[in-house]
């Protein structure tokens, strides 16, 4: 992390952080639907532990459930200890994206194919996140 990016207490200004974010997030969705996929909202952003001005900052991101035009991305941003790589949990993000075709509207987003329970399990819980947010739409 570059002074640029930090407050006047020498940690990360939370909007840097979170345009990180949306720009990973936006990455893994794109790979997966192989086109332009756009952010619709950010349903979780949990921030945990400090960026500080010269923290080694590792941002992942991967799909956790894919609906008919939209899916779910969760996005972790760390902080990496470069003499041991060990890692903390800095934030931690739930964004959805929707996949757009080439005239700009919704197109269907490819099924997602979790292999693992814990990739089940991710999908579970998006799922469900997705039937709470609907809900209170209505």
Do not use: Y
């Amino acid at each position: 992390m570059l002074p640029q990016h930090a407050n006047a207490i020498g940690t990360a200004f939370g909007g840097t952080v979170m345009s990180w974010i949306d720009i990973c997030a936006a990455v893994s969705a794109q790979r997966h639907c192989s086109r332009v996929a756009v952010t619709a909202s950010v349903d979780a952003l949990d921030f945990v532990a400090p960026l500080r001005v010269g923290d080694v900052v590792v941002l992942r991101s991967w799909v956790n459930a894919a609906f008919r035009t939209s899916l779910e991305v969760e996005c972790v941003v760390e902080r990496e200890d470069t003499t041991t790589g060990a890692r903390v949990l800095c934030a931690d993000a739930k964004l959805t994206f929707v996949n757009l075709g080439p005239d700009g509207r919704p197109q269907p987003v490819p099924p997602l194919a979790p292999e693992t329970d814990e990739e089940r399990a991710r999908e579970a819980a998006a799922i469900a996140r997705r039937e709470t947010r609907l809900a209170a739409r209505r």
